[in-house]
């Protein structure tokens, strides 16, 4: 998959593994690269890994962040 500036992709948890993002958009790697926001608890470490991995390939920026809504972690008991 290729990605650009301006560009929002949805994925699912399943996407972690196997998919290579390629950022050929210089302004958006000069910007800091491709930012991932996770909105789920993920169910081991590897998958965590694995979704953090998709935003720097190919040694290209990228950054990560995990936003979880605090109504999904009660419900987990995780709160």
Do not use: W
Not at 56 to 61: A, G, K, L, T
């Amino acid at each position: 998959r290729s990605t650009f500036q301006g560009k929002v992709i949805f994925m699912t948890s399943t996407y972690g593994r196997g998919t290579d993002f390629i950022c050929r958009d210089i302004e958006l790697i000069k910007q800091g690269g491709v930012h991932v926001i996770q909105t789920f608890f993920s169910e081991s470490l590897s998958e965590e890994n694995q979704i953090m991995g998709r935003t720097c390939r190919q040694e290209d920026p990228g950054s990560y962040r995990k936003i979880l809504f605090l109504d999904h972690l009660k419900a987990m008991g995780l709160s």
